[in-house]
């Protein structure tokens, strides 16, 4: 059923349609309005479930951590310091192989305190072993948790769906809700893999000595790799039940015949999109590579799709400090050796904070990186706001 209805309101709709038997909440801003919505679903009856108000997102995590391990079908959710707050656990459910699901609320981190979007949060944990996909929009940020349920019960990996605070968050827009039914021939009743029992006593995540923890983390390693396939596959399964391409690995726009192509992810896509119709009216060739799933990296098919281009400009909303672009460098990491250092990859930092990423802004990018090769800047930074001395 179309709906006009928030980010919030339809990610909280899709995932009681998938069914989570327990739920754990902690309220944090541009997050609170899904748990809230959910909690709604369930006070009124539509959802049976277990909903849990914790005293902290650690307690959020513990939560559905201990109740996956029981068997369990669960989700949370959270933002920038309460995704940073639930570290510790994030690396424990990853290397349990515990199929939670878990949206974040793309929001800056502090300091200074800042409430508006980014990507800071999600980047700071890439390397936890949780499967990060991210969504240009409402639509697609419901259609993910659908697909990230069946991802994560068939890899036994944790999954993140990303979708940009406020902008997607606190956003109306229409928004195709599925029947329960349909949901259900989508997504079967999970069947865990190992669980906890009184009964029938067993750990998980237990003590490695140096003679195991090596190889603990190359399975998953190897198993977040080979997770590249299962996404795939549950993109194309959901497109063939629902009738849209919502998710996948990658996906493209006006990239075939582009002179230059910018590789971004997350809302500021569909900014890119109307930028690159309004060069394409100034007789640009302007293309779009969208990173759909930043873990895992799929860098075979982003070669694949750039290694005939020779100008490559990459858009993103985090930084690593005192390095520089962290999709810039995943980017150039797809090119083999020999060929990155003949690769016009140029890399820009946009919107830290909330800042405005504008057509203009985009457009005059375009317009510099067809004179020069940028290696790495800031897009839109007001340097007239920086004193030498803080430096």
């Known amino acids: 059923m179309l709906k006009q209805i928030e980010g919030s309101q339809a990610v909280a709709d899709a995932v009681a349609l998938c069914r989570p038997n327990v739920i754990s909440a902690y309220p944090i801003t541009p997050q609170t309005h899904i748990v809230e919505d959910l909690a709604t679903i369930v006070a009124e009856g539509r959802l049976d479930t277990e ?10 995590a513990s939560v559905v951590l201990g109740a996956s391990a029981a068997g369990a079908r669960t989700y949370t959710a959270t933002t920038s310091q309460g995704l940073l707050l639930m570290t510790e656990v994030l690396y424990c459910i990853a290397g349990m192989r515990l199929p939670i699901v ?35 929009n409402n ?23 990303c979708m940009d605070g406020f902008i997607l968050t606190h956003a109306f827009e ?39 923890y090596m190889e603990m983390r190359y399975i998953i390693h190897r198993a977040m790799e080979k997770s590249e396939n299962t996404i ?4 194309e399964e959901f497109n063939k039940a629902f009738g849209r391409k919502s998710g996948g690995l990658l996906k493209t726009y006006k990239l075939e015949n582009a002179d230059v192509v910018i590789v971004a992810m997350g809302s500021v896509v569909g900014t890119i999109k109307d930028t690159i119709d309004l060069l394409e009216e100034k007789g640009k060739s302007v293309g779009l590579l969208q990173i759909c799933s930043f873990r895992p990296f799929p860098r075979k ?10 100008n490559i400009v990459v858009v993103e909303k985090a930084l690593s400090l005192g390095r520089g672009g962290i999709l810039g460098s995943d980017v150039r990491w797809s090119f083999p050796r020999t060929e990155q250092t003949d690769r016009k990859i140029s890399n820009f ?42 430096l």
Request: some cysteine.
């Open 51 to 60: 909903f849990l108000n914790v005293e902290s997102e650690f307690a959020a």
């Open 102 to 136: 878990l949206t974040c609320a793309n929001r800056a981190i502090s300091a200074p305190l800042s409430i508006w979007n980014d990507h800071q949060d999600s980047m700071s944990i890439r390397d936890s072993g949780w499967i990060q996909i991210h969504a240009e």
């Open 139 to 161: 639509q697609e940020a419901a259609d993910l948790h659908f697909q990230a349920y069946k991802i994560a019960e068939k890899t036994f990996l944790p999954v993140m769906v």
């Open 174 to 212: 229409p928004v195709d809700i599925p029947d329960q039914d349909k949901v259900d021939d989508f997504l079967p009743a999970f069947r865990p893999r190992a669980t906890v029992d009184p009964m029938y006593p067993r750990g998980l995540g237990l003590f490695a000595d140096p003679r195991f």
């Open 232 to 235: 795939k596959e549950v993109h």
């Open 301 to 310: 098919q982003v070669y694949q799709l750039l290694k005939d281009k020779e």
């Open 349 to 390: 930092v946009a919107g830290l904070g909330g800042r405005d990423i504008t057509t203009d802004d985009l457009a005059a990018m375009v317009e510099r990186v067809e004179k020069e090769h940028v290696e790495f800047d800031f897009l839109g930074l007001n340097r007239d706001l920086i004193l030498e001395r803080d």
